[in-house]
């Protein structure tokens, strides 16, 4: 079932981050969907502090698991794009639709190895030119693939 375009960030940990999502998708529209577990509680002080007076209108959505998502969403293999460093494919290589869904995993180890199994033609990365840098910071990727999945539907 579509909704629209979504970050969807699987197991984050650190309220900072999904804070800083939670800005990024009242700036751009999209909803923000939190798979659990969480690393923290959602009235965490520092995620507020960071997603600021705007948390208030995130549209947001929360799962109890992926599979509860994908059975809730039934999203359609070409909504779903899989963030992970090691994917071949740039996330500039591929076409989003409108209503593309960005899936993030946790800070410290990524996707689950049975969900990136599941979708492996899905993956893609945003490339870096240092050989020194192995991931960025969550909320830059997650706004970054937003700005990107986005391009020319302003």
Not at 44 to 54: N, W
Not at 56 to 85: C, N, S, T
Not at 86 to 96: G, K, R
């Amino acid at each position: 079932m579509s909704r629209g375009p979504a970050i969807v960030l699987v197991h984050p940990e650190i309220p900072g981050n999904t804070g800083a999502v939670g800005r990024t998708c009242v700036a751009l529209g999209l909803e923000l969907v939190l798979i659990h577990p969480l690393g923290f509680v959602i009235n965490d002080k520092k995620l507020k502090r960071s997603g600021l007076d705007y948390w208030q209108h995130v549209k947001l959505a929360e799962y109890r698991d992926w599979d509860a998502f994908i059975e809730d969403r039934q999203p359609r293999a070409d909504q779903l794009f899989l963030f992970e460093e090691y994917a071949e494919t740039s996330f500039y290589d591929v076409n989003y639709p409108d209503d593309a869904l960005l899936v993030f995993g946790q800070e410290t180890r990524g996707l689950d190895p049975a969900i990136v199994d599941a979708h492996r033609d899905r993956l893609v990365k945003l490339p870096m030119r240092s050989e020194h840098i192995r991931s960025l910071n969550l909320a830059n990727s997650a706004t970054a693939a937003a700005y990107q999945a986005l391009r020319g539907k302003f």
